[in-house]
T-cell receptor
Framework: GAGVSQSPSNKVTEKGKDVELRCDPI?????LYWYRQSLGQGLEFLIY????????KSGLPSDRFSAERTGGSVSTLTIQRTQQEDSAVYLC????????????????FGPGTRLTVT | DAKTTQPNSMESNEEEPVHLPCNHS???????IHWYRQLPSQGPEYVIH???SNVNNRMASLAIAEDRKSSTLILHRATLRDAAVYYC????????????????FGQGTILTVHP
């Protein structure tokens, strides 16, 4: 079946511009996560959605970052006034709801969007 | 969050078994041990998880020490496709609050497989 898809796969933008990154999770997955991976860095958590609500936004690095999810499906991560330090691969993952299975459900990751801020 | 410690890198030959260690001496009683891997230029993929007993699936086996302070991911016959960064992650799905869903990745172990 279809996995998690993300678009665009690559995005080059000028410093100061706004960008929107899109994530289409696996159908039926109620949980959705955004992570980012900077060059030479590990993966860091950004935000977690359960349905359309975001109970954990603790990883968003600044108020320039925001995300929304509509219809319990597609999610958009928006970065306003991009800075060079925002350059990274932004990864989206989805999973079934956590608490119904001991140990949790595995997260399925998309291929990522490579963002380059010039 | 309880932390994990993994070697920075390991090497293996194709078709040989690989044992990837992970230390988690501060693991709590409700932490599950999860393994993910990230192939080059791809997002991470789930490998296996367990609590106390050893676990097997089509990809790998997970051996958990009796005191749960360490675990080992076992690839029974390494292939070139297994070359990846392997992450050992602790998750407590019963933790209070809203952050139980996220994965906290460390630096992982870079596995190189030689033909």
């Amino acid at each position: 079946g279809a996995g998690v898809s993300q678009s665009p796969s690559n995005k080059v933008t000028e410093k100061g511009k706004d960008v929107e990154l899109r994530c289409d999770p696996i159908s039926g997955h109620t949980a959705l996560y955004w992570y980012r991976q900077s060059l030479g860095q590990g993966l860091e958590f950004l935000i977690y959605f359960q349905g359309n609500s975001a109970p954990d936004k603790s990883g968003l690095p600044s108020d320039r970052f925001s995300a929304e999810r509509t219809g319990g499906s597609v999610s958009t991560l928006t970065i306003q006034r991009t800075q060079q330090e925002d350059s990274a691969v932004y990864l989206c993952a989805s999973s079934l709801q956590m608490q119904w299975r001991q140990g949790g459900y595995e997260q399925y990751f998309g291929p990522g969007t490579r963002l380059t801020v010039t | 969050d309880a932390k994990t410690t993994q070697p920075n890198s390991m090497e293996s030959n194709e078709e040989e078994p690989v044992h990837l260690p992970c230390n988690h001496s501060t693991i709590s009683g409700t932490d599950y041990i999860h393994w993910y891997r990230q192939l080059p230029s791809q997002g991470p993929e789930y490998v296996i998880h367990g609590l106390t007993s050893n676990v097997n699936n089509r990809m790998a086996s997970l051996a958990i020490a009796e005191d749960r302070k360490s675990s080992t991911l076992i690839l029974h016959r390494a292939t070139l496709r297994d070359a990846a960064v392997y992450y050992c992650i602790l998750r407590d799905p019963n933790a209070g609050g809203t952050s139980y869903g996220k994965l906290t990745f460390g630096q992982g172990t870079i596995l190189t497989v030689h033909p």
